[in-house]
């Protein structure tokens, strides 16, 4: 797989992700949290593909010696995967203090 269709599939991969955690943000705060955490449950999935195709297919690929031609679609997409990576930290954590305040 070419390097740039690489890099679209996490960005892809990654922003449908970042939508579901935003959702879940959004049903915790209504005070939905079994729906929040489906929310949740559903951008997992989607991560740990886009994370799958950044080691299959970059840094595996680099690590057994072929050179790939780095760009600013790759460097984006890297950055897109790693702050999702962030959201979903960050959204737990938020959904979880939603939680407590609403007791």
Do not use: C, W
Request: glycine residues 2%.
């Amino acid at each position: 797989m070419n390097t740039e269709k690489v890099a679209f599939d996490i960005i892809s991969l990654a922003g449908d992700a970042k939508a579901e955690l935003q959702k879940a943000l959004k049903l915790a705060r209504e005070g939905k949290f079994e729906q929040a955490q489906e929310q949740v449950e559903k951008a997992t999935p989607q991560l740990q593909k886009a994370h799958q195709l950044q080691t299959q297919e970059l840094l595996t690929r680099e690590a057994n010696g072929e050179k790939l031609q780095f760009n600013v679609l790759i460097s984006h997409a890297q950055d897109y995967l790693m702050t999702t990576y962030i959201l979903k930290d960050v959204a737990v954590e938020i959904i979880n203090l939603y939680q407590l305040i609403k007791k």
